[in-house]
């Protein structure tokens, strides 16, 4: 029988624009977090990471803020370019649970729109 | 070159046939990993190795086989290749852990 895909939740920005990609996680242990970034026929590529120890991270027009209370993380990306169009995954480790695997998000796809 | 290739970058075999899956790195990194990804079900931990002859399971394993013999090299191999397995497979890998893992370019594998 025909098989119905399940759709990503998809962001739209205008290019220049701001971006927020948001990421809810599991585990109230991982205390370490990362983003990815996943262009079309490519592999995952590194974009940020943070430990739990701290609320906010910055790197090259990206920021990653951490909320362990409500156990939500968030990927900022500034001046958003075509570039940037690409499906975007968060990953959790618990050491403690998981032996220090990293366990992925569904992903969220980042549309810029020139 | 440097870094993490796999090979073959596709692939299309029969039900029930064995399918090897090649990863390189060249880094000399102590972990490696293999994922499946569906869509629907993001990244999946299928094995990984925390070093040469050290493998563990992980959320998927079931119908996969690797085996470690040198640090650069990770094979994974579907012993009789099932419809189900029909993915694109990851191979990644990592200093140490929990730091970020680096992924090859994905092998897409059909089965018929």
């Known amino acids: 029988g025909e098989s119905v895909g399940l759709h990503l939740p998809t962001l739209s920005v205008q290019e220049g624009d701001n971006s927020i990609i948001n990421c809810a996680y599991s585990?109230?242990?991982?205390?370490?977090f990362i983003w990815y970034k996943q262009e079309s026929g490519k592999g995952p590529q590194f974009i940020i990471d943070?430990?739990?120890?701290?609320d906010k991270r910055q790197g090259q027009r990206v920021t990653v803020l951490l909320n362990k209370t409500v156990k939500h993380l968030s990927l900022q990306i500034a001046a958003t370019q075509p570039g940037d169009s690409a499906v975007y995954f968060c990953?959790?480790?618990?050491?403690?649970?998981?032996?220090?695997?990293?366990?992925f998000g569904q992903g969220t796809e980042l549309s810029v729109k020139p | 070159d440097a870094g993490i290739t796999q090979s073959p970058r596709y692939k299309i075999t029969e039900t029930g046939r064995q399918v090897t899956l090649m990863c390189h790195q060249t880094?000399?990194?102590?972990?490696m990993f293999w994922y499946r990804q569906d869509l629907g079900h993001g990244l999946r931990l299928i094995y990984y190795?925390?070093?040469?002859?050290?493998?563990d399971k992980g959320e998927v394993p079931d119908g996969y086989v690797v085996s470690r013999s040198k640090t650069e090299n990770f094979p994974l191999t579907l012993e009789s290749a099932t419809r189900s397995q029909t993915s694109v497979y990851f191979c990644?890998?990592?200093?140490?852990?929990?730091?970020?893992?680096?992924f090859g370019p994905g092998t897409r594998l059909t089965v018929t």
């Open positions: 990644a890998s990592s200093e140490s852990l929990p730091w970020e893992q680096y």
């Open positions: 585990n109230s242990a991982s205390d370490y």
């Open positions: 943070i430990r739990s120890n701290m």
């Open positions: 990953a959790e480790n618990a050491v403690e649970n998981q032996g220090g695997k990293l366990i």
């Open positions: 880094w000399s990194h102590s972990y």
């Open positions: 190795s925390a070093a040469a002859d050290i493998t």
